[in-house]
């Protein structure tokens, strides 16, 4: 279970985001949504322990995730940014491959072995006929299922995405939202994802976190939600809106002035 307790951050001396504290179980999905500026980066990466709070703790089971060492805690919480850094020719298995860094020593190399686990990994997420081809040509949906390959064979507990439908076109957002939720259901992972599109998260996640003014505005499980529910907490962020229900699912529609 990861814990999350009276977490506020900052990058100077304003803070971003304010006693923050919420629960996640394994095998769920949390959604993490708000305005742009809101702290959805900075929340991710306090959880991932790439930022230290100003107060409160990370809890992964019983133990801060800041007295892990980063190679340890790389075992437990794998972090994908909003882009990658990736900017010279390499092959995709050598990309899959990084994952496998947390569990190498300094002066070790991947064996044969880590090798078919990269593979297996690109075959989890359908993209095992790319192994041999350039990181660099492929497009950006194939790019962003490649590095979730990656984070598979670093086979942390807890998965971290950072917008990772970001300039994807509509159907390559639901293919990565729908790879991500999957993973996180067959494997028995805890995810976190950043969201722009409340409609993607009250369709692919468990749960939701909505952030307003860097402070956690509503938390709630999107199983046991109504229309009334939903129409309160997310007009208060976005303004006028429309909720309606189709198959048993609620949309969310900006209301357009006349």
């Known amino acids: 279970m990861l814990k999350v307790e009276n977490i506020s951050a900052s990058y100077n001396k304003e803070p971003i985001i304010e006693n923050i504290s919420f629960d996640l179980n394994s095998g769920r999905l949390l959604g993490l949504l708000g305005l742009n500026g809101v702290g959805k980066t900075t929340l991710l990466k306090v959880i991932g322990g790439l930022l230290k709070p100003i107060e409160g703790k990370v809890l992964i089971g019983d133990k801060d995730i800041l007295l892990y060492k980063s190679k340890e805690r790389a075992r437990y919480v794998s972090y994908m940014p909003q882009r990658n850094s990736i900017i010279y020719n390499t092959l995709v298995l050598d990309v899959v491959l990084m994952g496998i860094t947390p569990y190498l020593n300094i002066f070790s190399y991947p064996t044969d072995d880590h090798k078919k686990k990269a593979y297996d ?40 995405f950072d917008e990772p439908d970001s300039s994807l076109d509509f159907n390559n957002k639901h293919m990565i939202l729908s790879k991500i939720k999957e993973i996180i259901k067959e494997h028995n992972k805890t995810g976190i994802i950043s969201l722009h599109d409340p409609n993607m998260a009250l369709e692919y996640c468990d749960n939701i976190i909505i952030l307003k003014d860097g402070k956690l505005h509503t938390y709630f499980n999107t ?3 109504d229309k009334d529910y939903i129409s309160k907490a997310f007009s208060d962020i976005y303004g006028d809106i429309e909720v309606v229900e189709y198959n048993n699912r609620y949309f969310i529609l900006r209301q357009i002035s006349d």
């Open 121 to 160: 990994a690109l075959k989890m997420v359908n993209m095992e006929k790319y192994y041999s081809n350039n990181f660099l040509h492929l497009s950006e949906g194939e790019k962003q299922l490649i590095l979730i390959a990656r984070s598979l064979l670093q086979n942390s507990q807890l998965m971290l």
């Open 223 to 225: 199983g046991e939600i």
